[in-house]
């Protein structure tokens, strides 16, 4: 496989892993309890696969218009996604998911031909991109099909068409985020969108899980920037966008953007781009508490100006991440870490920040320097990995968020702490918009039956007015929490969409749809 491949049994690439400090697993060992798991991990290459379901005359067939792969550890690298589960699972060589093959198609004729194999053979399809699905967007229901296959879409990767004047640009959706970086730079544009996940989430998954990255303050989510799409569906292709508004009736691009590839699969994308910056600040802001932290944060981003990053964590998390910095009992070692980030040309960022400043501290702001936000932005992408190493000391950790308007935050932020009791809970505002703003939270505990747990919150979540999801998405964990946001008469809109565009129900089955 290639060197690029991102790790089987975990996070991103396999030489950045780095185990914890002994000083980390010795907290966690004293105040925690957490003690190493009795099994260790399988090795890659003691993993088999079942044998693949799919006839001969299917792999044929899909042999005469793509790369077939049917190997072990092709089928492997793509079996489910990424959350806690999906890893634990994987590591005690749980591969009851893995796709029967692999198909890596490089065109979109080749994508709608798939997809007539598909329905021809019965066999179901799901669109593959990164593979960093943290909602079991990647593991469909096969029930009633002869298997199923991963439509990796990596040979899809090209840069297809930039307008400079109208600031915009058309990727593939095999694109990860750091090529699609590289090619715009080559025209001085950049998307701006800066995911957890940047590093190995793709284009096409982007607008298929309606990604928010973590510059969305100043650029946008992903689906606010997409202005249009070509979608490859098992009865036909969509060309979706003529232009970036248009009153020509309901917008059917929004139908294929938060789609998860239940409705089709996008082979092209048409963004919104911005010149690459000329000047980029981080700064880190402390906040007496939450509260003050939260208000601060309202008043900037609903009165302006608005800086590119804006994030806030709360007392836990603020802690936890001086710990394992190393920081505690420096200043801002109490309170919460407010991070602030501006980009864009020289006089337009001295002027946004000053401001920004000023505001921050009539709020109860006190100003910590450039250190810890320039600390965060060299370590964005780092916590996934984080993650690995606490699961490998035996800990469990996950992350979970969702959404709600800024006057009920506080309900919604007690809500889920009160259905975790007796775990290290920990939460940070991620995204803001003067009406609304996004809880992301992350758990790390000895012990925990997640599959009671998550339920539990998902209720708590409903119960107080919040989204199932912000940024993650629906797949299949949160499909019945989302069947009950959307209602009866929302289910029996999204069924139906779905027949018509996908009678025989091939695209990722049991994903997404209620």
Same mark, same amino acid.
């Given at each position: 496989?290639?060197?690029?491949? =991102? ?5 991103? #690439?396999?030489?950045? /892993?780095?185990? &914890? %400090?002994?000083?980390?697993? *010795?907290? @966690? !060992? ?59 699972? =994987? ?5 009851? #998911?893995?796709?029967? /093959?692999?198909? &890596? %198609?490089?065109?979109?004729? *080749?994508? @709608? !031909? ?70 715009? /730079? ?329």
């Amino acid at each position: 496989m290639s060197e690029t491949e =991102i790790s089987w049994s975990g996070w991103g #690439d396999p030489a950045k /892993a780095a185990p &914890l %400090p002994e000083k980390i697993t *010795a907290l @966690l !060992r004293d105040l925690l309890g957490v003690k190493p798991r009795e099994v260790p991990p399988v090795a890659l290459e003691d993993i088999a696969p079942r044998p693949s379901r799919l006839s001969t005359a299917a792999l044929q067939a899909l042999a005469d218009v793509a790369v077939v792969r049917t190997d072990a550890e092709s089928r492997v690298r793509h079996t489910r996604g990424k959350s806690t589960p999906d890893l634990l699972a =994987i590591r005690r060589g749980d591969v009851s #998911d893995a796709p029967d /093959a692999v198909v &890596l %198609p490089d065109s979109h004729e *080749a994508v @709608l !031909r798939v997809l007539e194999l598909a329905t021809e053979h019965r066999f179901a399809v799901v669109p593959f991109g990164g593979g960093t699905s943290v909602v079991g967007g990647l593991a469909p229901d096969d029930t009633g099909f002869a298997g199923f296959v991963a439509l990796d879409l990596r040979h899809l990767d090209g840069l297809v068409a930039v307008d400079p004047v109208s600031r915009t640009a058309t990727l593939e959706p095999g694109l990860r985020g750091p090529r699609a970086e590289e090619l715009l /730079a080559e025209h001085g544009f950049t998307l701006g969108h800066f995911p957890q996940s940047f590093e190995w989430a793709s284009i096409g998954g982007f607008a298929a899980a309606r990604s928010s990255g973590q510059s969305s303050a100043g650029y946008g989510r992903f689906d606010e920037n997409v202005v249009g799409l070509t979608v490859a569906t098992p009865t036909g292709t969509l060309t979706l966008g003529r232009t970036q508004k248009s009153a020509a009736g309901p917008d059917l691009r929004q139908l294929v953007l938060g789609s998860e590839g239940a409705f089709g699969v996008i082979t092209s994308v048409t963004v919104r781009v911005r010149p690459v910056p000329e000047v980029k600040v981080y700064e880190g802001w402390r906040f007496p508490d939450f509260a003050t932290g939260s208000a601060a944060l309202r008043r900037i981003i609903q009165d302006g100006p608005v800086p590119t990053v804006l994030r806030l964590s709360d007392e836990t998390e603020t802690l936890v991440n001086l710990a394992q910095s190393g920081a505690i009992g420096e200043e801002g070692g109490n309170g919460c870490l407010a991070i602030v980030g501006f980009e864009g040309e020289p006089r337009e960022v001295a002027e946004r920040r000053a401001r920004v400043r000023e505001i921050l501290a009539e709020q109860g702001g006190t100003d910590l320097g450039e250190g810890p936000g320039e600390g965060w932005a060299h370590g964005r992408f780092a916590a996934p990995y984080l993650r690995d190493s606490l699961l490998d000391v035996g800990a469990f950790v996950e992350t979970l968020e969702t959404t709600t308007f800024w006057s009920n935050i506080p309900e919604l932020y007690k809500a889920v702490l009160a259905a975790l009791p007796g775990h290290l809970v920990m939460c940070h505002i991620s995204h803001v918009y003067p009406s609304a703003a996004s809880l992301y939270f992350t758990i790390v505990t000895p012990d925990i039956d997640w599959d009671v747990a998550k339920p539990a919150v998902n209720a708590a979540i409903l119960a107080a007015g919040g989204s199932i999801s912000h940024h993650h998405g629906v797949g299949t964990d949160h499909r019945a929490p989302y069947a009950e946001e959307i209602g009866p008469l929302g289910v029996e809109i999204l069924r139906a969409v779905k027949a018509r565009l996908d009678p025989a129900g091939v695209l990722n089955p049991g994903v997404l749809v209620p």
